[in-house]
C-alpha cells in the first residue's frame, strides 16, 4: 500500500472492482481499491448472478449490453472464469393488461435496438422450459442474451484484469475515516493513511457508512432478498440443455438453473428492511435466517409454476440483503459540494449493471462526462428531500414490493407522499386537485369532481373528457395552472452577466425581458432547456425543470465563473400561471399597472391584488399567457385574487395533464423526453436559439463542428397518429415500409386539434412533411404520417397576442 494515489476505490464487490478495472483500463493506473474483507464479502458472493440487456431506458439497456460483451472479455484479460451460461431467458405474462404491457415493452425493445428478442406464446414457453407449468399463462417475450454467471469468478476477473494494468487491490483494511483537504481526501485505514485526488464510495452495503464520513446521507438502505436452491431435479437431469432464465411476473419469482436443480429468487410483498444505518463493519459472508412464512404466499405460487418443486427438498436458503435506492436504480456521479467524491451505490443488479456503472464513472472522471445518458443512475436526481429516513424506509420498501406488480403509466403510488406541498395545495385539492409528484413535490395533474377515482390503464383513462375540458378553457377562455413546480434560480453579483453569456448558448435577454436558452456540455449535447429573465436590476433568473434542480446546481457549480452567485429559489418562489385569451383580462382586473404593455417575452414587477409578483409574458400552451411568480408566503392569496378576477371570464383551474396536451399541439418539446442530455441541438431544434455571432461559450466548438458537418442522423418531427383508443407515450417504434426509422420521443392526444399526436427522432430521409409512417401504440401498429410543426395556431399569432 502506496501513502498517496490518485483515486481510492472504498468496497470490493462487483462494482467497486468494475470501476477500478475502467479507471485503468481508461488510462488512470494510480488507482486502488480498498476491501474491508476480501473481494465479495458483502452483497456480490450471495447475488443470483442474472443478467439480460432488456431495459425500457435506451441508455441503461445499452449499459446493460456492454456489460454483457464485457464478461467475456475480462475473463480472457485475467484468466479468471467468470463461469456465463448464456441460456437465453423469457418474461411470462398471466393477465390481459401484463401480455399486452410485455407487447408493448417487446416494441419498446425494438425501437432501441434490442433485436434479439420476440415474443412467444404459452406452448413456445412450455417446450423452451419443461419443468415449467403454463398454466395461466397468456404469452411471454424470449430474449437470447440471458443468462447467469459465477459471482465469485465475476468480481475475481474485474479485479484481475485491473492488477494487469497496474491497479492495485487492498483487502483487510477497513477505512475508518475521510477527510477533504485542499487537494482531494485524506482515507484513513486500518493499515494507516493515504491521501488521494479522488474518493470513490462503490461500498455496497456500506455505502451509508462511508456516505457520512463524508458529511453525506445518501438515499439507500438494504432490504433482505430470499431464493432457494433446489436438490437435484429427475426432470433436469433428462434435458440436454439448460431451462432459460425465467421470470413469472404474475408468481413474483425468477428462475434460473444451477447444476441439476434450480434457483427460485422471490421478490415478496411484505418486504423486510435489514440495517437501514448500514450493515455491521464485521458482516461480510452471512447471510439472515430464512423467513419462509414471511414468503409463504410467493412460495406457493413458485411451486405451482414449477411442479418438480413439489418432490425434491431445498438444498440451500439464502436471505441476504442488497442496497436499494428509492426507485431501485444506481445512484452514480460526483456529489455537489464534496469536490472528487464519487458514488457507484445502489447498484441492486450489479452482475448486470456493474460494467456500465464502471464504465460510465470512468469516463466522467477522467473526461468531464460519461458517452450514454446516464441520469436515470445520477445520484443528483436526488435533493435533500430524500436523505429523510421514512421517505427512504417508504420509497424503497414499495420499489422492493413492486418489483413485479404491475405499475401503469397514469397510477400515482404512495410511498414517501406527501412531502412538499405548495402553500395552497389544500384549497386545490378542496377544489378537485389530483396529484403526481416531482422531485419530492405534490403537482396537479387535473381536477375532477367529488368521488371521481382514476382507472389505472395502458391507454386512454377516464379522465381524458376532464382534461379535454380543462384544454378547452385554455383555448377559448382561460386557465389557471400552479406552477410551484417550476425551477428557478436567481444569479446575482458583478459577473453575472458575462457568466450567463458564457454558460448559456444563446443571447442573453436585455433589461425586462426573457430569452428561451439551451445550455450545452463541452461535447455540444443539451443541458437543459431553459429560460432566461432578465429583471433589469443587476438580478437574473434561469426557469427550468423542478426536478433537475441538484443536476442543474452541481453543472452551474462545476462552472462558476468570478463574481456571481447562484441560489436555488424554487422552494421560496412559486406561483401561478394564465393562459387563454382571456388572461389579460384577468390581470388587468388587479393591477393598474401597464401589463397590457407587457410585450411576448417581456418580464416586470406589477402589483396583482394584494402581492407584489414578477410576471413574464409566455406560455408552454401557446396562447396568450403570463406567469406569475411570487414568494411561498403570498401563494394563497395570489390563487384567491386570480380566481376572483377570472369570475365570469370562463377562469377554470387545470393542471399538468392538459399543460402536456396543449405543448404537443404547439410541438414544443420537453426535457427528459424531447430534450436529453444524450442529444444535441441539431437534433432536436434548439439550434434555432444558439447566438453562432457572439462569442464563446460552452459547447460552441461542438456545436459548430455539427452545423458545418454532415448534421444530425435523426431530426426531431411531429407525427399524426391514426390511434383510437390509446396514444404514444415514448419510445414506441416509428417504422417506414417495415424498416425501422426512429422513435416517439413522447406523444397524446391534441384535443384541440382532434389528433392523437406525438413527437419523435427519425432519420433525416424520413422527416419530410407528408411522409407515410406506423408507429406501434401499446402492440398495436397504427398508421402515422409526419406533419408541420405547431398542427394548432403555427404562425403563433395567439401567444404574440
Known sequence: MKSHYRVVIIGGGVVGASVLYHLAK????????????????????????????????????????????????????????????????????????????????????????????????????????PIMSTDGILGGMWADREGYVDTTGTVHAYAGAARKRGAEVIENNRVLELQETADGWRVVTEKGTITCEHVVNAAGLWAKQVGRMAGIELPVSPLNHHYLISDTIPELEALDFEVPMTVDLEGFTYMRQDQKGILLGIYEINHDHWMMDGAPWEYGFELQQEDPDRIEHELTLGFERYPALQHVGVKTWVNGAFTFSPDGNPLVGPVRGKRNYWCACAVMAGFLQGGGVGKSLAEWMIHGEPEADVFGMDVARYGDYAQNKRFIKETTGQFYTRRFVMTYPNEQLPAGRPLKMAPAHDAMTAAGARWGASYGLELPLYFAPEGFEETPTLKRSNAFPIVAEECRAVREAVGLLDISGFSRFEVTGAGAEAWLDHIMASKLPAPGRARLAPMLSETGKLKGDLTVFNWGDGTWWIMGSYYLREWHMRWFADHMGADVSVADISDATVGFSLSGPNSLKVLERLTDGPIAELPFMGCGRFDIGLVRAKIGRLSVAGELGYEIHCSAADHIALRWALLEAGEGLGLREVGFNALLSLRLEKSFGIWSAEFTQGYTPGMTGMDRWIAWDKGDFVGRDAALAERDGDGPAQVLVTLEVAAEDADASGYEPVWQDGKRVGFVT???????????????????????????????????????????????????????G
Open 26 to 129: 481508461f488510462g488512470w493506473k494510480d488507482v486502488c481499491l480498498i476491501e474491508r474483507k476480501v473481494l465479495t464479502a458483502g452483497s456480490s458472493w450471495h447475488a443470483a448472478g442474472g443478467f439480460h440487456a432488456l431495459n425500457a431506458d435506451p441508455n441503461i439497456a445499452q449499459l446493460q449490453a456492454y456489460t454483457i460483451d464485457l464478461l467475456s472479455e475480462i475473463e480472457k484479460e485475467s484468466g479468471q472464469s467468470v463461469g456465463m451460461h448464456m441460456t437465453g431467458g423469457m418474461t411470462l405474462a398471466g393477465t390481459p393488461d401484463r401480455w399486452e404491457w410485455l407487447q408493448s415493452a417487446y416494441r419498446t425493445f425494438q425501437s432501441i435496438g434490442i433485436e434479439d428478442c420476440r415474443l412467444i406464446t404459452p406452448e413456445e414457453a412450455g417446450e423452451l422450459c
Open 746 to 800: 413522447s406523444g397524446g392526444y391534441g384535443h384541440t386539434v382532434g389528433k392523437s399526436l406525438a413527437m419523435a427522432l427519425v432519420d433525416r430521409d424520413a422527416a419530410a412533411e407528408g411522409t407515410a409512417l406506423s408507429v406501434h401504440i401499446v402492440g398495436q401498429e397504427r398508421a402515422a404520417r409526419v406533419i408541420a410543426a405547431s398542427p394548432y395556431d403555427p404562425a403563433g399569432r395567439a401567444m404574440r
